[in-house]
């Protein structure tokens, strides 16, 4: 199991606050003896990417990510869940919804928390 310690927002970045919110269940071979942590997603900008509002994310820790990746991303305190691509000397952050637009700053503002290894949603 892995803590749940707050939510996420797939959409418009949220402020980033941690708070013991119980646990989630994930296959020990997900995490391969890394630390790990889950959050609640709030928003639409990952449906495409299967990711619901309402379910939560499992984030393996982790402060680098390859182009492609599901990152918790922290710019300026505030935390959005999104797919990251590194161009020339800025950042993409692409959300996995047609209806939304990209977000781009500076390789600089941007800090990677984690990956998305595994998605879980309450029947």
């Known amino acids: 199991e892995v803590p749940v310690v707050g939510r996420i927002a797939a ?3 949220i402020e980033a606050v941690e708070h013991d919110c ?4 994930v296959r020990k071979d997900l995490l391969r003896g890394c630390e790990a942590f ?9 449906v495409e990417a299967g990711i619901l509002d309402g379910d939560y994310v499992v984030i393996r820790k982790q402060e680098t990510a390859e182009n492609g990746d599901i990152v ?3 710019i300026d305190d505030e935390a959005t ?4 691509y590194r161009e020339k000397d800025r950042i993409r952050l692409d959300p996995a919804n047609k209806e939304m637009d ?6 600089g503002e941007l800090r990677v ?4 290894v595994a998605v879980h949603r309450a029947l």
């Open 11 to 13: 959409g418009r970045p």
């Open 72 to 74: 918790v991303a922290l």
């Open 102 to 107: 990209s977000i781009y700053v500076d390789s």
């Open 38 to 46: 889950a959050l609640k997603v709030e928003g639409d900008s990952m």
């Open 81 to 84: 869940l999104k797919r990251l």
């Open 22 to 25: 119980g646990t989630v269940a």
């Open 113 to 116: 928390q984690g990956k998305v």
